[in-house]
C-alpha cells in the first residue's frame, strides 16, 4: 500500500506518576500493544522513570515533549491524589486531552480527570472506593464497569482497564478486531470467587478491604485541594 | 509482635526475560503485591532491562543473585522460545524451582518449566495456540484456565494470570485473602464479547489469531531443540 493513502497510526497514550496500581495501564496496554494500526506510548514529566507496586518502568517518553494524541488513558493508583495536586502534570492531561478524540481512564485515573477540569457535568466510571469523590469535580459517579458519556470513557477500579480496552478497540477498529486481540490474550476470565464487587462479596470481606483502606483517609480532602484550583 | 514468631515472608519470585508478554507478570505480580507477609521480586539474568510489548522495565533483581524462592512464576511470551534455549536461563529456573514450595507458571511459561525439565509426566496449562507443543517436554497438556498437578500450578493464556494467582493466594493464605484482594482490584470481569477461547470465538475470528500467529511457526523446531537437552 503506498504510504500516501495508509492510515495514520491511531497515537494511544498513557500518562504515568509514581504510585501509579501497573495493572490499570499494563492490562489495557497488553491489549492496545495488539492493535494493529496503533502507536501506544507511556509517559512521565520528563521521562521520569516510574514505580507503581514494585515494579519499575523505564525510557518513557517525555509527557511535556508529546505535541498530541488520539486516545488519552490515565490509570489509577493510590498516587492519585498527589498526581492530581501536582499542576505541572494535571497540566499536561488537560492540555492532551483537549486534542484527544477520546478522554479515556481506569480506576481512580478518573479523578485525574477530573482535577483537570475534564468531567464537569460528565458521568464516569472509577474504583468503587473512592466513586464518592468524582462529585467534588462535577462528575456523575457512575457504577457500570465501563462508562460512556461522548468521547469519554472511562473504566472502574483496575481489571476493569480490560474490559474497557477491549471496548474502546471495537469503537477504533470493530469488534472483530477486538474478540481477535481477546482471543489471543485468552481472556476469558474464571476467578475462582465471586467477590470482586461491593454487592458481591461477603459483608466480612467488604469490612476488611475497607478497614485497609482507611489509611488513605486524607484522600479527601487532597481531592478537595485539587478541585478547588478548578 | 516479637520478630522471632514473626512468619517469614513467602519469596514470590517472576524470572523476566526479552520478549515477555508483560500482563503474563503483571496480572499476577499486582494481585500478589497486595498480599500481606510477601515479598514479591523480578529478575532477570545480570538484572538487565526487560522490554516486553513496548514497556521496559528495570531495577530488577540479578537472577543469579537469588538463593532461594517460595514460589517462582514464569511468564510467557513470544521470546519464551529464545528463554528456553537460553541455557543460562533455563539453568537458573530449574536450580531456583528445585527449592521453591510451589513451581508455577502463566502462559507459554511452562513451556519454560518444561525446558527446565520440571514437567516430565506433570499436567500442565499454557496459552492455547502453544499447548500442543508440550508433550517435547514430556508433559501433560491441561485445558484448564488455572491447572494443579502438585506443587505445579499452571495458568492459560495470559490473562488467565489472574485466575492462577488468586488461585494461588487461597492456597498461600486462605479464600478470604483471596477474596479481599479480588475486591480490592475489583476483579468482576464483565467482557464486551464472548471470544477469549477457541471454542467461543466465532470460525472467522480464530482463523484469523491463528493466520497471525503463522510467523511464529518456527516455535516447534525451537522448542525440539530445547527438549532435546533434556
Known sequence: MPAAVRRPATRILFPLYPGVTHLDFTGPHQI????????????????????????????????????????????????CTAAMNDTAFVGEIRRLARGATYITSVCTGSLILGAAGLLKGRRAACHWAWRDL????????????????????????????????????????????AQAIQLSLEYAPAPPFDAGRPDQAPPNILARVQALQAPAVGRRAQAALAAARL
Open 32 to 79: 492496545f500493544s495488539r492493535l494493529p494500526g496503533a502507536s501506544v506510548r507511556a509517559a512521565s514529566l520528563a521521562g521520569a522513570d516510574i514505580e507503581g507496586d514494585g515494579l519499575v518502568f523505564t525510557h518513557l517518553d517525555h509527557l511535556e515533549d508529546i505535541e498530541a494524541c488520539d486516545v488519552i488513558c490515565v490509570p489509577g493508583g493510590l498516587g
Open 134 to 177: 468524582l462529585p467534588l469535580f462535577g462528575a456523575i459517579p457512575d457504577e457500570s464497569r465501563v462508562a460512556r458519556d461522548g468521547n469519554i470513557i472511562t473504566g472502574g477500579g483496575v481489571t476493569a482497564g480490560l474490559d474497557f480496552a477491549l471496548t474502546l478497540v471495537a469503537e477504533l477498529r470493530g469488534a472483530e478486531t
